[in-house]
Nanobody, 127 residues
Framework: QVVLVESGGGLVQAGGSLRLSCAASGRTLSTYAMGWFRQAPGKEREFVAR????????DYADSVKGRFTISRDNAMNTVSLQMNSLKAEETAVYYC????????????????????WGQGTQVTVSS
């Protein structure tokens, strides 16, 4: 069992940056591949980025590629999401997730594939 806690959300103007963090307790985070997802009001939860256990492989949704960076510090048991050039339409609750139960690029992008979830952190981008 692992408990995930996100932080770093807030209000930012369009074009600004935020850095989200996901801290884990209960288990060593290096055991798990990790993902970030987001959910806007009235919309389904969508894939943002994912990272493998060592941090050597990352993948991004096309909409955030080149602007967002996922990273991890296994010694500190944290995963981060650096978000630059934020857009108003990216206002959402952002969630970190751990331990995908199926492998493969498409599977890693499915929210239903992850076993553990944080409570989410609100990101609001004003236009």
């Amino acid at each position: 069992q692992v408990v995930l806690v996100e932080s770093g959300g807030g209000l930012v103007q369009a074009g600004g940056s935020l850095r989200l963090s996901c801290a884990a307790s209960g288990r060593t985070l290096s055991t798990y591949a990790m993902g970030w997802f987001r959910q806007a009001p009235g919309k389904e939860r969508e894939f943002v980025a994912r990272i493998n256990r060592s941090g050597s492989i990352t993948d991004y949704a096309d909409s955030v590629k080149g602007r967002f960076t996922i990273s991890r510090d296994n010694a500190m048991n944290t995963v981060s999401l650096q978000m630059n050039s934020l857009k108003a339409e990216e206002t959402a609750v952002y969630y970190c997730a751990a331990n995908p139960t199926s492998s493969g690029r498409d599977a890693y992008r499915q929210s239903g594939n992850y076993e553990y979830w944080g409570q989410g952190t609100q990101v609001t981008v004003s236009s």
